[in-house]
């Protein structure tokens, strides 16, 4: 039976390093001496149309799709199928992300995967959840909140910011932008008007049980 490869999924806010570790993993393929193929969203163009990009100046060259879809039908065009397969900001991509992932790792190759885990609301985003449900390996970084600046690099969350205040509640849940309208923020700093109080609905939930 043909050895079945592997997923990896690196996950964490905005500005803490997803794309740039992302971009290290192919590196260290690529000198191991393996094929590699890089997929980023069509709608991620804040640093570059055509590169996967880290928000410090790192760069590698990548296809940039529409859908899931179109990243098995790229991989068909390869005179030799790669290796390594690496896809940045999984989150914007369609339910089928899943499906080519977990393809991909039947067909014995490796996967990274990086995205958000959660969206400016703090919920789970996108295909994220089921892609780290099924993680064979599992990278969650930080960020420093950039409110309260703590250095123990506490920020798991992204900040959403309109005019420099916080984008309320009832906000689309994509749009894509970098420092000008994103920043990085810990639990207690992240400000979402007009978010349900979790802690009313627990009490609640507690007097009816």
Request: hydrophobic residues 40%; charged residues 25%; negative net charge.
């Given at each position: ?67 899931a879809s179109e ?45 958000l885990d959660r ?30 600046k703590d250095p ?58």
């Amino acid at each position: 039976m043909p050895k079945k490869g592997n997923l990896s999924v690196i996950c964490g806010p905005m500005f803490s390093g997803k794309s740039r570790e992302l971009i290290r993993l192919i590196h260290i393929a690529e000198i191991a001496g393996q094929r590699t193929a890089t997929f980023k969203p069509r709608i991620d163009t804040r640093y570059s149309h055509s590169d996967v990009s880290s928000h410090d100046g790192f760069h590698k060259g990548a296809h940039a799709v529409e859908t899931a879809s179109e990243i098995l039908s790229i991989l068909a065009t390869y005179p030799e199928f790669p290796e390594v397969v690496a896809i940045d900001e999984a989150q914007f991509f369609d339910r089928g992300i899943t499906a080519v992932c977990l393809g991909l790792v039947d067909r014995g190759r490796r996967v990274v995967v990086a995205g958000l885990d959660r969206n400016f609301r703090g919920e789970p985003f996108g295909s994220m959840p089921e892609l780290l449900a099924c993680a064979d390996e599992v990278l969650k970084l930080r960020a420093v909140c950039m409110r309260c600046k703590d250095p123990r690099v506490t920020a798991t969350l992204p900040q959403r910011l309109v005019d420099g205040l916080p984008a309320p509640f009832d906000s689309p849940e994509v749009m894509v932008g970098g420092a000008e309208a994103y920043e990085a923020r810990c639990l207690d700093c992240h400000e979402v008007p007009g978010k349900p109080d979790y802690s009313v609905i627990f009490q609640e939930m507690l007097i009816d049980s």
